[in-house]
C-alpha cells in the first residue's frame, strides 16, 4: 500500500515571499501521478499542479511549481510570490493508475499568508 | 459544465436516522468516488465506480454504509442507523479515463456535505 507524509502539519509566509512544502511518498510502483490540491476554508479541494512520474520536467502552473525527486520519493511544492487567498490546507496526493486510481493523501499542511 | 455537485450541502440528523448524500459527477467523467475528511483520519476514500459498477468499496466503514450509482450521472451514499461517529464532510469526485470524456485522471471535486449526527 502507499503512503503519503507531509511532515510540515503548520507553515506561515510572509505575503509576496517564497515558501515550500514538503512531501515524501512510499511506492513500489513505477507509473503514478502526484497532485497538490488546495483547500479553502470554503473547504472545496482545488487541483493545483499535477506530475506524472514518468516526466523528468517538474510542472509548474503561474506562481506554483514543484521539486520532483522520484529517487528520493519527495514531491515539493513551492509557491512564489505568496498571497493572501493562498491561505489554504495543501493536500499531497498519490495516485496509482494501475490499480484503480484512487487517490492516496498525505496528512496535509495548513498554511498562512501573512499580509 | 458544472462541475460535481452534491447536495444537501450540510445535513444535521438525530443517531438512529437514515442519511442519504448525493452527488452529480462532470458529464462525460466514468469514475465515481466516494471520500470522507475527519479531524482524526484525514481524507479517506469510501468506496468508487468505474462505469457505474463499485469497484472498490474496502473503505467503507461497516455494514451500515452503502453506495450505489444507478446511472452515469448520478450516485447515492447512505448511512443507516448513523451515528455520532459518522460526522465528517463527505466528498463526491468524479474522474474521466476514457477517449470520450478526455483523459485526465485528475479528481474534480465537490463542494461537500458537512454531516452533523448528534
Known amino acids: 500500500a502507499q503512503t503519503v507524509t507531509q511532515s510540515q502539519p503548520e507553515m506561515s509566509v510572509q505575503e509576496a515571499e517564497t515558501v515550500t512544502l514538503s512531501c515524501t511518498y512510499d511506492t513500489s510502483e513505477n507509473n503514478y501521478y502526484l497532485f497538490w490540491y488546495k483547500q479553502p476554508p470554503s473547504r472545496q479541494m482545488i487541483l493545483v499542479i499535477r506530475?506524472?512520474?514518468?516526466?523528468?520536467q517538474n510542472a509548474t502552473e503561474n506562481r506554483f511549481s514543484v521539486n520532483f525527486q522520484k529517487a528520493a520519493k519527495s514531491f515539493s511544492l513551492k509557491i512564489s510570490d505568496s498571497q493572501l487567498g493562498d491561505t489554504a490546507m495543501y493536500f499531497c496526493a498519490f495516485m496509482n493508475n494501475n490499480a484503480g486510481n484512487m487517490l492516496t493523501f498525505g496528512g496535509g499542511t495548513r498554511l498562512m499568508v501573512k499580509p | 459544465d458544472a462541475g460535481v455537485i452534491q447536495s444537501p450541502r450540510h445535513e444535521v440528523t438525530e443517531m438512529g436516522q437514515e442519511v442519504t448524500l448525493r452527488c452529480k459527477p462532470i458529464?462525460?467523467?466514468?469514475?465515481l468516488f466516494w471520500y470522507r475528511q475527519t479531524m482524526m483520519r484525514g481524507l479517506e476514500l469510501l468506496i468508487y465506480f468505474n462505469n457505474n459498477v463499485p469497484i472498490d468499496d474496502s473503505g467503507m466503514p461497516e455494514d451500515r454504509f452503502s453506495a450505489k450509482m444507478p446511472n452515469a450521472s448520478f450516485s447515492t451514499l447512505k448511512i443507516q442507523p448513523s451515528e455520532p461517529r459518522d460526522s465528517a464532510v463527505y466528498f463526491c469526485?468524479?474522474?474521466?479515463?476514457?477517449?470520450?470524456?478526455?483523459?485526465?485522471?485528475?479528481?474534480?471535486f465537490g463542494p461537500g456535505t458537512r454531516l452533523t449526527v448528534t
Open positions: 469526485a468524479s474522474s474521466s479515463h476514457s477517449l470520450a470524456g478526455g483523459y485526465s485522471y485528475e479528481q474534480y
Open positions: 506530475q506524472e512520474a514518468y516526466k523528468q
Open positions: 458529464s462525460g467523467h466514468d469514475y
